[in-house]
C-alpha cells in the first residue's frame, strides 16, 4: 500500500509552474484516493468574449440568432479571473468570432501578466 501511494506521489515531481502546481496535486490526490469530487478550483476555463460573426453562414446558429450582440469588456473578464486565481490556461472562443471583441487584446495583456496561457 505505501509503495504504491509511493508511486502515485511521484507525479509531484513533474509540475515546474507553480501557479497550477496546487490544484494538480489536489486534482491527483483526489484520483490517487478514488474521490468523485475534486476539491480544488479549475486549471483550464473557455471564456466567451462575444456572441457575435461577421459572417453570415447559413450553417451556423450565430447567423440566426435573436439575441443581441454582445462584448465581454476588461473589467468583466478582470472579474472572471479573480474568481479563478490559479487558472493556468484559457481558450477565448464562443459561439461568436473573438477578433471581433475590440477589448480582445487587453484580456490577453492582463492574462499574460497573471501567467496564464491563452487560446483563440
Known sequence: MISKIKNKLSILFQYKNTLSTGNHIVRDMA???????VPALPLTLDI???NHCNFS???CQVTHWSKPKTNLDVEGFTRILNQFPRLHKIKLQGMGEPLL???L??????????GIKTTT
Request: charged share 25%; with cysteine.
Open 101 to 103: 471583441n475590440k477589448a
Open 48 to 50: 466567451e468574449p462575444n
Open 31 to 37: 484520483r490517487v484516493f478514488g474521490m468523485t469530487r
Open 105 to 114: 487584446l487587453p484580456m490577453l495583456a492582463l492574462a499574460e501578466q497573471r
Open 57 to 59: 453562414c447559413d450553417h
